[in-house]
């Protein structure tokens, strides 16, 4: 099965240098030494269209991303579930799944999962009322707002940990849409490509709302329930799979499929994986 992905790889990403050919024969090559073909992994994820997605086939780019990085390593029974955050969070603190597709650093969390190499990053940009002139270019530009928020979701520091920032926190990322577009908040920030997709599917609020430039990227990780068995083994055979899928082109074509830019895909590989 390994094999025949890696034969795959000419077709998905053209030909490729010797040195990168090295890189993926040697990787899938300790995949054998680590027989994972039949192992059943149950990962788990909250509704975040289009990162995770249950109206697309493959339930979203992340998902797509995280179930073939796997399947580089040998991976062939993966069962992805989507549920409401506060689930997904039980699950790990119950050792019920063996990971989560996509999920933001906070140090709070690393005591539930292990962070991967990451492998995209998250736009975060402002939402802000159509006819303002405001053009944030930085957090800290938002000084001075209201700021409405999904309450539990967690930006980087720079605005989970300004505590000079009027934030509001609120439920959903409706509600932080509509009261953009009422005037009842400045702004309210947000995952782009989250806003975007909510935007783009209520008619109602296109009109009112835009989006900043981006204003920080946040990287997104596979998370590795900790305290499983194998766990430590899951970690490494992801990073492994997911520098192999970008060498041999998979990745790029996922992101491409999504109408999605390369330049969003972290540039940084480990030396362990790099050529």
Known sequence: MLTVFFLSGWRLGGPVSRARRLVVSLALLLSLAFPVAGRELLLVGPPWPPYLDDTDSHKGFATEIVEAALKASGYDNITVRLQPWRRVMWNARNQAADGLVGIWHTKEREALVAFSQPYFLSPIVALLPAGTDLAPRHVNDL?????????????????????????????????????????????????????????????????????????????????????????????????????????????????????????????????????
Not at 247 to 261: D, H, K, P, V, W
């Open 143 to 275: 000084a001075g707002l209201r700021i409405a928020y999904r309450e539990g979701a967690r930006f980087g520091a720079g605005f989970d940990q300004a505590d000079t920032l009027n934030k509001l926190p609120v439920g959903t990322i409706s509600n932080v849409v509509q009261m953009v577009a009422k005037g009842r908040v400045d702004a309210g920030i947000e995952d782009k490509l989250v806003a975007k997709a909510f935007v783009e599917a209520n008619p109602t609020v296109k009109s009112k709302v835009r989006l900043s430039a981006p204003l920080l990227m946040q990287p997104l990780y596979f998370g590795v329930v900790r305290g499983k068995p194998h766990s430590e083994e899951l970690l490494e055979h992801f990073n492994r799979g997911l520098n192999i899928i970008r060498l041999n082109g998979e990745y790029g074509q996922i992101l491409r499929a999504y109408g999605l830019s390369d330049a969003l895909a972290p540039s940084q590989v480990p030396e362990r994986y790099s050529e």
